[in-house]
């Protein structure tokens, strides 16, 4: 089945710096790949997501690269804000529209 | 537009009672699932419902869960008898085509 790693596991800037979290998958037929933003108590909820015929998607401050050869997408956030401080999750899509979830990303943004 | 509603909110049981969580999808939503997400992990997903019929369940412990979706639109996950390591939240999501999956807000169980 699909495998999908995520680093770093925590990740702290100051606000106004860039921040970028990785995540490879294991299964060459994902071609769907989401991030979703966890608030502490709250429900996931998708921020951006990313097909396998596109290299790169774009929404005001975030940003996602795929790189279908190496099995591998980043999430870039610019500009960050004290409001960004969440757990990010990646997750790939195999067949049957089944999501693995990456082990998530605890960004802190610091005012 | 109504989101996933799902209840209860928090769950405290003692090891080996039983528990049963409820999932309302939003309308129109063909696709269910329920996830596992244990304290400081992703999401882990235990079944996949298309309509009232099972997708996957292939990582669903079926010696103590089960889940059912009759009428193909509110679902129950059920465990009998839980253990100390099914303390977690869990998710239920639903989609309609486009692979988006929406989720609800959770049921937080605590096994003592």
């Known amino acids: 089945g699909e495998n999908v790693e995520q680093h770093p596991s925590t990740l702290s800037v100051q606000e106004g710096d860039s921040a970028v979290i990785k995540c490879t998958y294991s299964d060459s037929a994902s071609n769907y790949f989401p991030w979703y933003k966890q608030e502490l108590g709250k429900r996931p909820q998708l921020i951006i997501d990313i097909r396998s015929n596109v290299g790169e998607k774009k929404d005001q401050r975030i940003a996602v690269t795929l790189n279908k050869t190496a099995k591998h997408f980043s999430l870039h956030i610019t500009e960050t804000q004290p409001e960004d401080s969440a757990v990010y999750f990646c997750?790939?899509?195999?067949?049957?529209?089944?999501?693995?979830f990456g082990g998530g990303t605890r960004l802190m943004v610091k005012p | 537009e109504a989101g996933v509603a799902q209840s209860p909110r928090y769950k405290i049981i003692e090891k080996r009672q039983s528990v049963a969580f409820w999932c309302n999808p939003i309308s129109g939503h063909a696709t269910l699932y329920w996830y596992q997400q244990i304290l400081g992990q992703g999401p882990k997903l235990l079944i996949q419902f298309q309509n009232n019929g099972v997708v996957d369940d292939s990582q669903l412990p079926k010696d103590r869960f089960s889940a059912e979706r009759l009428k193909g639109v509110d679902s129950t996950l059920k465990i009998q008898p839980a253990k100390l390591e099914d303390s977690a939240v869990y998710l239920c999501?639903?989609?309609?085509?486009?692979?988006?999956?929406?989720f609800g807000p959770g049921t937080r169980l605590t096994v003592l």
């Open positions: 999501a639903s989609s309609y085509s486009n692979n988006e999956q929406f």
């Open positions: 997750a790939a899509e195999s067949t049957g529209n089944m999501l693995t």
